[in-house]
């Protein structure tokens, strides 16, 4: 009996032992379940505070759109706010060629998030048209091929169809030919673009630019991080079979001529200035570039890029070159010493997606002198807004304002007539913007939107 005793003893002690055991197991097994629950909940609720940073930075530019007038965001400009819980939003506006540069900072308990968007004009009532002639004392003439598809509108003179040299009019007319008296084309506010012309030259003329100087000759891949400066105190020509890409926001400074021509690759909203001539071919491509020319600014071979252009007197689109959208085209060239007639060129088979913009009024000194361009089998693809000269071949998807309409055949040339030309604004996007400047009570639109971090 005192063996059986024991024996039970023994057992009664090795069932609590294992039942302690498991209870030990079960509660480190809910522990590492609770655990992760935790840690999870933290990730959800990092993942809950990021999207809310995003939401919060997004709502901050639309705030500064509504609320912030653009004539005071020629230099960059820093505007802070709160929302309604307390977020704090802090936002970062400048100028980028006809656009405004929005970068908006929001953080939501630890999670920051930086957005940036270029934001533009979304809608101008002259723009909604086809063609807008400016000179109000012309009958605007249509020969040829001409096809028009879209509203018209011109002086009390009106818009009529013609014979050419014997040959009947085989074009097309679709939309309202709408007439009125008084100014037709809308003024242009260019100081966004001019300020920005000014600080080139400026930066071009500042010695400390030298504490930037670069060997880099084009040939292999530069040694630059984002948002550096790069400085060349002479003219360059790189020239590469080799692909080569560039960090975004870099800032390259040529106190010269330039010639480019070869696969190279600008990163995003990268800036190219030239104190002369810049010509620039080959398969070099960018997005949301800013080129500047002090003399000249060329673009052809198999160019294809997103860039917006500002030059100091002529600009040529050429060869199969394709500007992608939100380009745009400026000038504000008045003379030319040597009394060219094209200012700004677009030809060959090259495209134009965005906007061409030459504000210079013309007067019987410069009528005659100063064009805008589009041959034979070049495209422009959104709007054109020139106060000179529009010699139309090719065809434009989109809206021509011009102060008048110019083709020469010999030994004539004609005044506000268009011969085998093409206009059509159902082809353009819906989502075209236009460049600030118009009018001094933009609506706002985002025409581009990058998550910096």
Do not use: C
């Not at 009664?12 to 498991?22: D, F």
């Not at 009390?156 to 040299?165: A, R, S, W, Y």
């Amino acid at each position: 009996m005192k063996y059986f005793s024991f024996q039970i003893q023994n057992e009664e002690g090795s069932a609590l032992a294992s039942v302690l055991i498991i209870i030990v197991i079960i509660s480190l097994f809910i522990g590492v379940v609770l655990s992760g629950i935790y840690l999870q909940n933290r990730f959800i609720q990092q993942d809950i505070n990021e999207v809310k940073a995003r939401y919060a930075a997004e709502a901050g530019v639309y705030s500064f759109l509504n609320a912030y007038p653009y004539q005071s965001v020629i230099n960059d400009t820093t505007f802070t706010f709160q929302e309604q819980d307390s977020t704090e939003i802090t936002i970062r506006a400048n100028v980028y060629g006809g656009f405004m540069d929005i970068h908006s900072t929001a953080e939501v308990q630890g999670k920051k998030k930086i957005i940036r968007v270029l934001a533009g004009d979304g809608k101008i009532d002259a723009f909604q048209n086809a063609v807008v002639l400016g000179d109000t004392n012309s009958v605007l003439m249509l020969t040829g091929s001409t096809q028009l598809k879209g509203d018209v509108l011109t002086g009390q003179e009106g818009t009529q169809t013609t014979d050419f040299k014997g040959s009947p009019f085989s074009g097309d007319v679709e939309g309202e030919l709408n007439r009125e008296s008084g100014s037709l084309l809308p003024l242009f506010d260019a100081n966004f673009l001019e300020h920005q012309k000014t600080h080139f030259i400026k930066l071009l003329e500042n010695g400390q630019l030298r504490t930037f100087l670069s060997n880099y000759d084009g040939m292999a891949e530069v040694n630059a991080e984002p948002k550096d400066t790069l400085f060349f105190d002479e003219s360059i020509s790189w020239s590469s079979r080799d692909s080569i890409s560039f960090p975004r926001d870099l800032t390259i400074v040529i106190n010269g001529n330039a010639t480019i021509n070869g696969k190279y690759h600008f990163g995003v909203f990268s800036k190219l200035i030239v104190r002369d001539t810049l010509m620039a071919g080959g398969n070099i491509s960018g997005e949301n570039m800013l080129i500047y020319a002090g003399k000249s600014l060329q673009v052809g071979g198999g160019a294809e890029l997103s860039t917006q252009a500002i030059s100091g007197n002529d600009i040529i689109i050429r060869d199969n070159a394709y500007l992608r959208y939100p380009s745009m085209l400026y000038t504000s060239q008045e003379f030319s010493a040597e009394r060219q007639e094209l200012i700004i060129d677009v030809r060959d088979q090259a495209k134009v997606d965005g906007t061409i913009i030459y504000p210079v009024q013309s007067s019987n000194f410069t009528s005659g002198l100063f064009r805008v361009r589009v041959s034979d089998q070049a495209v422009v693809r959104g709007g054109m807004y020139t106060l000179g000269q529009t010699e139309l071949e090719g065809k434009v998807s989109g809206s021509v304002l011009t102060h008048q309409f110019y083709f020469y055949e010999s030994p004539s040339s004609y005044i506000n007539w268009l011969k085998d030309a093409e206009i059509d604004i159902s082809e353009r996007p819906e989502n075209y913007v236009i460049p600030l400047g118009f009018t001094e009570q933009p609506q706002y639109h985002i025409l581009d939107w990058f998550e910096v971090q």
